[in-house]
């Protein structure tokens, strides 16, 4: 029977790891860092079943560096390795861990595709004991010489199945070949699927399994409205959802619809932007900056932000395309309500949809509350906070980059050194699974 930790102070965590977490206000652990802590601290190989933001990463992270801590990692062979699905996630996990890893004197990085890959092999030759990585980035270094992954005592797997639904699952089973064999794993996961499982059972040794939410588990704090729409009423009511006060993300099926509806709203009078994988690394990160800063108003996003996006304070979601599964609607949902604050998610839904969302509804657990609208309805606005966007078109300045373009890249105890560059892709390799797309 394993033990529910009460308090950080009881876990037996650094102390200088505890320190950090009083200085940041977080005395009392979430429900899957109280559940996994004191196996992942004793060791153990441990999987984690919770939705996304249910504070995986200081999970996963704390039990990492604490381990880790008091090592040194030579040139270009890490000490601890975390896989993610995307680079936004890459980069958020790197943040949170940042004052972490520089408290026990451990150096952090993050390797990412979309940036300099000769500034990322620079930066693992001068030595990081924590690194943070896509899968396809980092198969690039190992390729060209510039990582080997034979020092690696943890290894953790983050939105695992996400991993899967990107086809990275070749790449990862490669590079869990490569990580010492006797170290530790962590994989952490909303779902199961998608060969996640053969992953278990391939590299998790007795693990300890541990289930907070149910893979489709959503916190009480959000609350899920379907909103029926006619074709003709659908743009205008998406424009004034856009134009309420604060900040949304609105979900679209595919990049070039996510560009059209962000032109058509800033011709309103909305302050919006599209986030796709068809932007840069750069183009994404700023974006993103500016729509945490309230520059931009309202992200139109596909699925590419789905995953790894966290901003404050995010209290709606929009899916104006309906997702096709039950997975990517509860991923969309999990960028608001994060960490107990409240949150709504709207799906709009036009007749021909009906069957389906409420076929994707079920399949998620999630009883919504539906509503019928015209765009003027004062329903509209009662979900969703709608208002008649101004119609004096607006323009979003992109903010000053600098030449070349930097981003985060590699933390160590004196400060960050940023990232900069394009990516480049190495050629010339044999026998490595076809590469999938990168999100």
Not at 312 to 329: F, I, M, R, S, W
């Amino acid at each position: 029977m394993t033990t529910v930790l009460p308090s950080f102070a009881d876990s037996g965590l650094a102390p200088r790891l505890l320190a950090v977490l009083s200085a940041q206000g977080i005395t009392e652990p979430f429900p899957i860092q109280s559940a996994t802590l004191p196996d992942s601290l004793a060791g153990r190989d441990v999987l984690g079943r919770g939705r996304t933001g249910s504070g995986k990463t200081l999970a996963f992270g704390l039990p990492l560096l604490h381990r880790t801590a008091g090592h040194r990692a030579r040139p270009g062979r890490p000490l601890a390795l975390v896989l993610v699905p995307t680079r936004e996630l890459a980069q958020q996990v790197t943040a949170a861990l940042t004052p972490y890893a520089q408290a026990v004197g451990l150096r952090c990085a993050s390797v990412v595709g979309g940036l300099s890959l000769r500034r990322q092999a620079d930066d693992l030759r001068a030595g990081v004991e924590v690194l943070v990585a896509t899968p396809g980035r980092l198969r690039d270094l190992i390729d060209r010489g510039d990582a080997r992954l034979d020092q690696v005592r943890t290894t953790v797997l983050d939105e695992a199945d996400q991993m899967a639904d990107m086809g990275f699952l070749p790449q990862v089973t490669w590079l869990l070949e490569q990580v010492a064999p006797d170290g530790q794993r962590m994989l952490f996961s909303a779902t199961l699927d998608g060969g996640v499982d053969r992953l278990v059972r391939r590299f998790l040794t007795d693990p300890v399994s541990h289930s907070v939410d149910p893979g489709t588990a959503m916190v009480t704090a959000m609350t899920h409205h379907v909103v029926h729409v006619d074709p003709a009423d659908k743009p205008a009511a998406v424009a004034r959802i856009a134009a309420r006060e604060g900040r949304s993300i609105l979900f679209l099926g595919t990049k070039h619809r996510a560009d059209r509806l962000a032109r058509q709203l800033l011709a309103k009078g909305v302050r919006a932007a599209a986030l796709h994988g068809g932007k840069s690394q750069p183009q994404r990160t700023r974006i993103l900056e500016q729509f945490r800063t309230g520059q931009v108003t309202a992200l139109v996003a596909t699925n590419v932000a789905a995953r790894g996006i966290h901003v404050d304070g995010l209290d709606l979601v929009v899916n104006v395309d309906p997702p096709t599964e039950a997975k990517d609607y509860l991923h969309r949902g999990g960028r608001t309500a994060r960490a107990g604050e409240p949150g709504r998610v709207v799906t709009l839904v036009l007749p021909e949809q009906r069957r389906d969302v409420s076929r994707l509804m079920a399949t998620a657990g999630i009883r919504p509350e539906s509503v019928e609208v015209r765009p003027g309805d004062t329903s509209l606005a009662r979900v969703t906070g709608a208002r008649e966007p101004s119609g004096e078109p607006v323009t979003i300045a992109a903010p000053p980059a600098p030449a070349p373009v930097r981003a985060p890249a590699r933390v160590s105890g004196a400060g960050g050194r940023p990232e900069s560059g394009t990516a480049h892709r190495a050629s010339g390799r044999s026998r490595r699974p076809r590469r999938p797309r990168h999100a």
